[in-house]
Nanobody, 122 residues
Framework: QVQLVESGGGLVQAGGSLRLSCAASGRLFTSYPMGWFRQAPGKEREFVAAIRWIGDSTYYADSVKGRFTISRDNAKNTVYLQMNSLKPEDTAVYYC???????????????WGQGTQVTVSS
């Protein structure tokens, strides 16, 4: 079992920044990635970014590339999402996810956090 707890969401004006955190505990599968997803009202959940516990590989959705940065602290089992130049269309519930098996880095995740709300006002 893997437990994921997100924090750091809130209300911010367009152009502002937020940093989300995801604290992971339990049996972590360090060979597989951690991801961030988001779901806006009335829309499907979408991939935002992913990172592996080992190595330097990171992955981003085109919509956030250049504005968001995913990082990790292995000693704390924590993954971060630094969000800069936020736009109203970034408004969504953001979820942290953990993968435990081979698969698509943009979709194959097995454990999910409870989500944290990010609201960007115009």
């Amino acid at each position: 079992q893997v437990q994921l707890v997100e924090s750091g969401g809130g209300l911010v004006q367009a152009g502002g920044s937020l940093r989300l955190s995801c604290a992971a505990s339990g049996r972590l599968f360090t060979s597989y990635p951690m991801g961030w997803f988001r779901q806006a009202p009335g829309k499907e959940r979408e991939f935002v970014a992913a990172i592996r516990w080992i190595g330097d590989s990171t992955y981003y959705a085109d919509s956030v590339k250049g504005r968001f940065t995913i990082s990790r602290d292995n000693a704390k089992n924590t993954v971060y999402l630094q969000m800069n130049s936020l736009k109203p269309e970034d408004t969504a519930v953001y979820y942290c996810a953990a993968s435990t098996r081979p698969g698509s880095i943009t979709s194959d995740y097995d454990y999910w956090g409870q989500g944290t709300q990010v609201t960007v006002s115009s």
